[in-house]
């Protein structure tokens, strides 16, 4: 979880007209569903670090923990208005794009060489904003914050924040080789070309982890105004030219990104939190982005978003009896528009552009229990006793792991994660569109979730090599495909899989075959000829993860239900192995 640094006077004694013990407040944190993990001050953290205290601040500063999904409260301001509106001292604020009085946009022109490295960018401008040291400082944090949590250390989303009253625009978005782009990087007075600022932050321990982004590509990201001033390298550093200061006025923020939803939302972030700074109060001005492809799109975009949840369900989830309108109440306590239908089934909640957190009738159901208080739903008996037992394909499961363990096999478990390659073409399998794909991996190693055990096997043994043969491995563990079936709300369903695998000087298909034969027998499961029912047989098999001609597939009630053989050479090529293989790999769910 996220610990925010507060000061206590300015963001919770004023704000709340309340000056907390720290007990006190320490409750109503937990009530709020924050920990305050500790009371302190600059000279006490400095002295606990052992670093020096003598310009430090005895200002009582509060350490609050922050949920991992809240990024409206990763600074003072949005925890000082969350409880304010929790306690009904105030109305949550409601938030306005409006544009400049002479009606002209700023816009910010995007190259197509972006596509390659970061293709999304999105901005917006903070107009007559007013900065005190307090104000600055957190402004400045919470850019730190975000890019710690949902812009993954700057990877998905990096925040770029300037004086527009040193810039000319319209802006453009573009991707430079690194000769090409100079300029002064913040708070320095030398200028440096794309390589020379590289090799200048490696020593820099804040900046160093993120060289790695792009300094490999041929080209860099690079944002200039009108008069060819650049702005920022992202996601490295900005541009000393158009530093915040405490004197700025208006402020120009840009979020590039691979991800134009995390974008979306750390733009809205940084912009409702600190628009309560402008001279007209939760207002921001959009600026218009002109992609590659000629289409235009006005962001921020702070328009509500709409929910449905049914009134039962919330009352079920949590164990109480609400009427619906107590329900719509208590979600504004959350900062969350609510109201309830005509005949009171259901709940219609507006969702602000604060609150990104909130995806499905369940976070409506989890802040509604937030507001009434967890201390305050009575216990009950549960009206049905029961036993608890294992489920049926876990029972299963577990008998399976003896059986192959008893059977000289030693267990494995793989990341559920793999690369696409190590998953279809290591395999010598084609791509039917079976698979979860990660819509944003962070490295090419865990691209999709796995529909095989085979590559976790197969890498392990490659990881290996280095110990005696034989290697006699199992794992029994659960698979993912894509299944656009009604029944399964996500589009995708697990399946329990077994797989096995002996590799030694000789290829030991007559190990796993014996394998095989044991699980059957443990099972209950008999040998019967082709094509019949109420037993397993196999058949010569086409799948080209195992050799020709020492392949079989496994029918259980006709139905296939799995595949073994001497694992193809040029899949054993594929993970580095130097030696034979022999594996198999069946759907255990069948025998349920």
Known sequence: MPTVNVDADRYVFKPLKKNYEVEEFEELCFDFGIELEEATSEREMAAKEGGKTESLSDKLLYKIDIPANRYDMLCGEGISRALKTYLGIAKPPVYKVVKPADGKLQKLHVKPETGAIRPHVVAAVLRNITFDQGAYDSFIDLQDKLHNNICRKRTLVAIGTHDLDTLQGPFTYEAQTPKDINFVPLNQTKSFNGDELMKFYESDRKLNKFLHIIRDAPKYPVIYDSKRTVLSLPP???????????????????????????????????????????????????????????????????????????VEYINRSIGVKLEANKIAELLEKMSLGAKASSDNKTVQVSIPPTRSDILHSCDVMEDVAVAYGFNNIVETTPQFGTVAVQQPVNKLTDQLRREIALAGYTEVLSFTLCSHDENFAHLNKEDQGESVKLSNPKTIEYQVVRTSLLPGLLKTINANQHFPRPFRLFEVSDVVFKDDRPEFERRSRNQRNLCAIYSNNTSGFEAIHGLLDRIMMKLGVGLVPHNTDGGYYIKESENATFFPGRRADIYYNKQLVGAFGIVHPEVLEKFEIGFPCTAIEMNVEAFL
């Open 236 to 310: 490295i550093i900005n541009s000393n030219h158009s530093k915040i200061k405490l004197s700025t006025k208006n402020v120009f923020i840009e979020c590039t990104a691979t991800d134009i939803t995390k974008a979306k939302i750390v733009l809205n972030t940084m912009v409702t939190m600190f628009s309560e700074y402008c001279a007209e109060p939760f207002t921001v001005e959009p600026v218009e982005v002109i992609n590659a492809d000629g289409t235009s799109v006005i962001y921020p975009d702070l328009s509500p978003r709409a929910i449905e949840s049914n």
